[in-house]
Each structure stands twice: as C-alpha cells, then as structure tokens.
C-alpha cells in the first residue's frame, strides 16, 4: 500500500511561513491525486488543499487561498505545502493523503503539527 510520511512542522510567529514535505512510497507517485488536510483539537479534519496527479491542477480551501501553495515533485516522490502569512488559526496537525488515480483506496500519513503562536 501507499506510505506517506510528513515533516516540517513546527512553530511559527504569526506572519510568518512554513514548508511541509510529504514523501510517498509503494506506487507509482504520478498516478497519486495528493492533498493536504488539518485536524486541529476537537474540530473535524478538513482540505487544505489538492493537486491532481501528474500536477495538473490544483484546488484550496477558502480559508487558505492566496496564503498556501501545494506543489509535487513526481520525480523525488515528494509533495509540498508553502505556508505563508500564517495565522494563529492554522494551528493543526497537517495530513498528507494519497489517492490513486484509477484503483481504489486512500491514504494517509502520520501528520505534523504546526503551532501558530506569538
């Protein structure tokens, strides 16, 4: 199956920026439609934002266009998350999900947290 593993989370001053990587493994990384999603504390988990396989095309939540962007490189099986002008309300585990293109399933890694505080 899909292994997925996140890192660069941390703790950042609000205004400021963050870099989430998320590795894949155990399929061909091209054919995997990736997003990232949040969970903070006693909320339900949410999209933060998706880029299709192959990196066609890309979709944000509201609450973070203009400020995220979601990026891949199919050729390190790697996919991005630029975080910029951070507020404390980002404050969430961050989830990287993995869907393949033309089989079933959907994949999750371990999360990262990212702390927004002064």
């Known amino acids: 199956q899909v292994q997925l593993v996140e890192s660069g989370g941390g703790l950042v001053q609000p205004g400021g920026s963050l870099r989430l990587y998320c590795a894949a493994s155990g399929f061909p990384f091209s054919f995997l439609d990736m997003s990232w999603h949040r969970q903070a504390p006693g909320k339900e988990r949410e999209l933060v934002a998706w880029i299709a396989n192959f990196g066609g095309g890309t979709k944000y939540a509201d609450s973070v266009l203009g400020r995220f962007t979601i990026s891949r490189d199919n050729a390190r099986n790697t996919v991005y998350l630029q975080m910029n002008s951070l507020k404390p309300e980002d404050t969430a585990v961050y989830y990287c999900?993995?869907?393949?293109?033309?089989?079933?399933?959907?994949?999750w890694g371990q999360g990262t947290q990212v702390t927004v505080s002064s």
């Open positions: 999900n993995a869907k393949p293109t033309y089989v079933s399933g959907n994949y």
